[in-house]
């Protein structure tokens, strides 16, 4: 009993590890392959984009380059994740970078190209599922965190990420 009892206290305080993470308690490699820990960017609201550059929804990316430009000095972090997880991705991050950059001059964050849904799915996409029930369901899903990492809202593809019901939340949390 006593064994059964310091197991299950074990396995509760893991599963409350597990709940009580935020955004800031995750990285991410960027599309030139270094390590971007996002604690770095606590008290700053970060909008999440899963991208992809042979998609419908691609010219999205001119309006998150927009919206960097409108609100980089006010510490919005915009961290786009390319991914192949709707086969509408590019072959490989080179290729992605160029293409970004050329078509859209990004500079924003861009990450290395990762999955987005499913058990190989980036860390931060498999804590929203289970932390929030958040998945993308296409390309180009958005995802509003707070100062504190917490998800405060999430748009379909639909929804243009320079849109009023985007950016007046934005107003909201800089």
């Known amino acids: 009993m006593r064994i059964f009892l310091i ?10 590890s597990i709940m009580a993470k935020n955004l800031y308690n995750f990285s991410i490699q960027d599309i030139d392959g270094n390590t971007v820990n996002l604690d770095k960017f606590k008290g700053k609201p970060i909008l999440l984009v899963n991208t992809a550059s ?3 929804f691609t010219k999205q990316y001119a309006n998150l380059s927009n919206l960097h430009r409108e609100y980089f000095e006010k510490n919005l972090v915009i961290i786009g994740t390319p991914s192949n997880s ?3 991705e590019l072959s490989n991050n080179e290729e ?5 950059l050329v078509n859209y001059e990004t500079k924003f ?5 990762i999955s987005v849904v499913g058990e190989n799915a980036h860390p931060i996409y498999s804590w929203m599922t289970s932390e929030y029930n958040e998945t ?6 958005k995802y509003l965190f707070d100062g504190e990492g917490q998800l405060v809202k999430s748009w379909s593809s639909m929804t243009k990420p320079d849109s009023s ?7 909201e949390l800089i």
């Open 7 to 16: 197991t299950l206290s074990i396995l509760l305080t893991s599963i409350g």
């Open 54 to 56: 042979r998609c419908g």
């Open 86 to 88: 709707f086969h509408q």
């Open 96 to 100: 992605v970078k160029e293409f970004c």
């Open 109 to 113: 964050i861009i990450s290395e190209i």
């Open 136 to 141: 993308p369901k296409w390309n180009f899903y």
């Open 165 to 171: 019901k985007i950016t007046s939340l934005i107003d």
